[in-house]
């Protein structure tokens, strides 16, 4: 059960995708001029500040996650290509923290609780748009599309959460590795995590800073799956 809940989340090699600044932070997202390539802004994301959404749990996520910094400390998901903002790295959704909250078990619609606890996570990762396994028994989670911006469970946006940072044993009630609920973006000021650490700061990662959603300032780049 647990182990067909993970999710494979599969990384862009980012050796071609980094670019170190003068200053040694490494840029990402908006000012990344290593996406020069595939910046297009086709404008058919679904990136909204607060609804419904899926949860998962993932183990693969703390070395090259697809917003280019490896895991330091705190809470950390990967989301849904059609809402990360990026069919490859540095999507819009690096470094926006969320406040999360299950409410419903996707398998067991009679469940009554408890359902676990809200928690903010900060986005540093991609769950590309194909379903986790494979395997056309298993839900899609992370398969939303232009055309069909829905997953199995009738949500546009979808969080896969780091195990190992913490966050799925602080959300998930056990022994459940996904649950559907709600989202809400809020300051990363909130969030638990590398406070301090320059390139962990807010939406989009250091050195940069966006509005909540729908605002794009760090902007969208690549093409949302079609
Ligand atoms: C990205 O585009 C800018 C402006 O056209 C250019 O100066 C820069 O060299 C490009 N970067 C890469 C990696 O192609
Ligand atoms: C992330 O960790 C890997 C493996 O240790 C390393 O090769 C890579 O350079 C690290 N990336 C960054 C951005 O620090
Ligand atoms: C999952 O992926 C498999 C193989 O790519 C595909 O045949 C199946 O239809 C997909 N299932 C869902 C629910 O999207
Ligand atoms: C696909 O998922 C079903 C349901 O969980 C499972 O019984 C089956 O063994 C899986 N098939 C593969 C090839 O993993
Ligand atoms: C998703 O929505 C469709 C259309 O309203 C409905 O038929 C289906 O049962 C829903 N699926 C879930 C898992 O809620
Ligand atoms: C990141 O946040 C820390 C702590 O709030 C602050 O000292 C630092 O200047 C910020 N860095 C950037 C690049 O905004
Ligand atoms: C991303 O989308 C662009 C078009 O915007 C395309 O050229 C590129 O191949 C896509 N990359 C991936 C990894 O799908």
């Known amino acids: 059960m647990k182990s067909s809940l993970a ?46 959404a899926s949860f998962t749990s993932a183990e693969d996520c703390v070395l090259a996650p697809s917003c280019g910094q490896n895991f330091t400390s705190g809470f950390t998901a990967a989301v849904n290509e059609l809402a990360f903002g990026s069919n490859h790295s540095f999507g819009d959704a690096c470094g926006r923290c969320f406040k999360i909250t299950p409410t419903k078990d996707p398998f067991s619609p009679k469940f009554t609780g408890p359902f676990g606890n809200h928690i903010i996570v900060k986005v540093n990762n991609l769950c590309l748009p194909h379903n986790d396994s494979g395997n056309a028994s298993q839900p899609n989670w992370c398969g939303q599309t232009v055309s069909n911006p829905l997953n199995t469970f009738n949500m546009s946006m979808h969080f896969d959460l780091c195990a190992p940072s913490g966050a799925s044993a602080a959300f998930f009630p056990p022994p459940r590795l996904a649950m559907l609920g709600k989202f809400q973006e809020v300051s990363c000021n909130e969030w638990k995590g590398s406070q301090g650490n320059p390139v962990w700061n807010g939406s989009c990662m250091a050195p940069a800073n966006a509005p909540f959603w729908p605002a794009t300032s760090c902007g969208n780049e690549g093409c949302p799956p079609p």
């Open 7 to 52: 999710l494979a989340i599969i990384f862009v090699p980012l050796s071609t995708l980094v670019v170190a600044s003068p200053n040694g932070i490494v840029h990402r997202g908006c000012d990344d001029g290593a996406a020069n390539n595939s910046k297009n802004k086709c404008g058919d994301w679904v990136q909204k500040p607060k609804g419904q």
